[in-house]
Structures are given as C-alpha cells and as structure tokens.
C-alpha cells in the first residue's frame, strides 16, 4: 500500500538556524499536504501542492514539490521559538489522505 | 462555525470495555476519517467514509468498526478494548478531491 517516509524524526536547532524536513512516497502522489502540530494540538493544515516541480513559499517557509510527484520539502529559514511543532507530509493517492511520522522541531532560544 | 467535533476529550477504559468515540462536522464534507496517533508513530490512518453509507479501511483497523449514516457524524467503536489501544484518536473531515484536512481537537483514550 501506499506508504510516506518522512525524515529527519527529530530536529533541534538554535533560533535563527535554518530547519528542513523531507518527505518521500512509494508512490506517485496527486497531491502533497504539509500540516503543523503544535505540542497538545491537533494537526492543522499549512499549504497543498499539485503539480510536479511545485515552489511554494509563505513567509519563512519554503515547500517543494519533487519533479516525479514521489518527494517534497519544507524549508524554514531562520527558526523562531513559535516554530516549534511537528511537522507532518501527506500524501494523498487516490482517496486515502496518508501521513508520514512527522519532523518534531524544537528550537533554543 | 463549530468544524470538526469531537466527544470525548479525555476517556478512560478498562480492558474489554467497549465505547463510541463520537466525531460530527458541519461543513458537508463528504471525506471523514478516523487517526490514532502513537510516539513515534505519526497518524496512522484507521478508516474513512467518502460519503453516506460508505465507509472503507485503513492502515490499522483492526478492533475498531465505524459506520457513516449521515454526512455529519462519523463514530468510532471500539468493541472490546485492549491496552493496545491507548492513543490520541483524531478525526478529520474534508471536501471530496484536492483539499485540505481539518481536524477535531482529538480524544485522548487509556485502557487499563
């Protein structure tokens, strides 16, 4: 079955160094889905992309979206306190929306 | 606008006891699923619904059933629960297609 790998599992980095978390899929993805946990949260949605060789960026945060659709990428730059989370891909196939282990960040200030 | 609900937050069962973990969402989302999430383990994907009436498994189903009878609620039943069990239980809900996940605030559930 479908299956996505995320990695690294953990990351702790001083505030102000940058942070990036991988995500790859056995199978070829019509779309791929980053989501943040905040510590005692639930997950939230941050941004979706569809098409091959995606850049997508939001303030400090980069997300690609690899050439063949079976790989992605979220970049922070700079880290803040307020980053810190786990950080979830999904990859949804056909209607089955499936979740790597997520990235746990922990920034010192 | 309420979201994605559910009851309970918190539970504790003993070993053998059975519940309903209930999820009801108000946006008309046809897609409904059901995660436990575990240390280590990411959200591990339990069942789901596309729609009314249809429901179908996921990657860990075993000891739980689910039924969508409407498309707001989604319940989860454990029948008779082991200590295997004892996880944070998330529920999510979405249009059909290429959307995003919103999530209930989760149940947190030990069995003894």
């Known amino acids: 079955g479908q299956q996505v790998m995320q990695i690294p599992q953990y990351q702790h980095v001083q505030e102000g160094e940058d942070f990036t978390t991988y995500c790859n899929s056995s199978?070829?993805?019509?779309?791929i889905q980053w989501y943040k946990q905040r510590p005692g949260g639930h997950p939230v949605f941050l941004i979706q992309?569809?098409?091959?060789?995606e850049v997508k960026k939001q303030k400090r945060l980069t997300f690609q979206f690899g050439e063949a659709k079976k790989n992605s990428s979220l970049h922070i730059t700079a880290t803040q306190t307020t980053d810190v989370g786990t950080y979830f891909c999904?990859?949804?196939?056909?209607?089955?929306?499936?979740f790597g282990k997520g990235t746990k960040l922990t920034v010192n200030p | 606008n309420a979201g994605v609900t559910q009851t309970p937050k918190f539970q504790v069962l003993k070993t053998g006891q059975s519940m309903t973990l209930q999820c009801a969402q108000d946006?008309?989302?046809?897609?409904m699923s059901w995660y436990r999430q575990d240390p280590g383990m990411g959200l591990r994907l339990i069942h789901y619904?596309?729609?009314?009436?249809?429901?179908d498994q996921g990657e860990v189903p075993n000891g739980y059933n689910v039924s969508r009878s409407t498309t707001e609620d989604f319940p989860l039943r454990l029948l008779s629960a082991a200590p295997s069990q004892t996880s944070v239980y998330f529920c999510?809900?979405?249009?059909?297609?290429?959307?995003?996940?919103?999530f209930g605030q989760g149940t947190r559930l030990t069995v003894v």
């Open positions: 992309l569809v098409k091959s060789g």
């Open positions: 619904s596309v729609g009314a009436g249809i429901t």
């Open positions: 199978t070829t993805l019509s779309n």
């Open positions: 999510a809900s979405s249009t059909q297609g290429v959307t995003e996940a919103f």
């Open positions: 946006m008309n989302h046809e897609y």
């Open positions: 999904a990859g949804r196939g056909s209607e089955k929306l499936v």
